[in-house]
Structure formats: C-alpha cells, structure tokens
C-alpha cells in the first residue's frame, strides 16, 4: 500500500513538473510590460500599441505609446488620439477645419503653423497617407510621426 502511495506521489510531481516546464517553454520570449500614459493599462504584447512621436525641431523628438483597442472607436481615429495625448501632456492643441480636406492640426505646445513657414505634418510608418488626421483611422503597431517642419507639398 505504501508502495502505491509513493508511486502516486511521485506521478503527480512528474506531471506537475512537466506542466510548469511546458507553461515556461510556451511564454512568449520577448514580451515587455507597456503602460498608458495614466499607467492603469498594462499589455504585455508590443504589437498592441500606437506609437505617437512628436517632432517640435530639429533636436527634440518626444515619444508616447498608447494601447491600441478597437473597443473603443474613437481612440482609433488619428486627430483624436493626438488631442487627447497632447492634453494629457498639457500641451496647447489647436485645430482648423477645412471642409473637403478634413481638420488639420495647427498648434502643438507651442508650435503653430507658419512659424518660419513650418507646418504640422504626419507620418504613419514613414509614409505620408494623402488624408487628414480626422480622416485617418489608425491600425494596431502603427507609428505615428508628427513634425513641425516646412511642407513638402
């Protein structure tokens, strides 16, 4: 009767063991903790975020994360996004709508178009989208970069 106790025993810590190294092996290797600027929002998946750099010269870049969740629509959408980061950061944010062309961005902190004919542009993932930041609905591992700098159009 012993002998089938310990039999049983030793069977359990053998499956017990074989899980925990099977659960190790299975983790995700490269997996970092990202926080929402409030810090309340963890995600441990880097693809699940937005990338929001701002470029107010030639010097200064200032880079945010923000989670991305399709649950809520309107953090999807670009010129949202950036107000509301530009607000948490206590930064002037300034728009101008232009009907047919959409709302542009025309003052981050205290950088407003036409300061030595420089404007607010947007970049996603390098490339320049022909649409404006209202119009632009961003996709999961984007990054977003915004530039004060003379236009290219």
Same mark, same amino acid.
């Given at each position: ?11 359990? $810590? ?18 970092? +903790?990202? %926080?929402?600027?409030?810090? /309340? ?12 750099? =701002?470029? =107010?010269?030639?010097?200064?870049? =200032?880079? @945010?994360?923000?989670? %991305? ?8 959408? @670009? @010129? %949202? ?10 930064? +002037? =944010? ?6 047919? @062309? ?13 300061? +030595?004919?420089?404007?607010?542009? %947007? ?6 989208? $022909?649409?404006?930041?209202? /119009? ?15 236009? +290219?159009?």
């Amino acid at each position: 009767m012993k002998k089938k106790i310990i039999s049983l025993v030793i069977l359990l $810590l053998l499956i017990l063991s074989a899980t925990i190294i099977w659960q190790a092996k299975n983790k995700p290797a490269n997996t970092t +903790e990202l %926080y929402a600027l409030n810090n /309340n929002v963890k995600d441990t998946a880097p693809s699940s975020i937005v990338q929001v750099n =701002f470029k =107010f010269d030639n010097d200064t870049t =200032f880079s @945010l994360q923000y989670p %991305y969740s399709s649950a809520d629509e309107r953090t999807l959408n @670009l @010129l %949202y996004l950036t107000e509301k980061l530009a607000q948490e950061q206590n930064w +002037e =944010f300034s728009t101008q709508n232009y009907d047919e @062309l959409g709302t542009l961005v025309t003052q981050i902190k205290d950088k407003v178009n036409g300061q +030595e004919q420089k404007y607010w542009q %947007y970049k996603i993932n390098q490339k320049t989208p $022909l649409v404006s930041a209202n /119009n632009y609905i961003l996709q999961v591992g984007d990054v977003v970069d915004w530039e004060f700098r003379i236009s +290219e159009l």
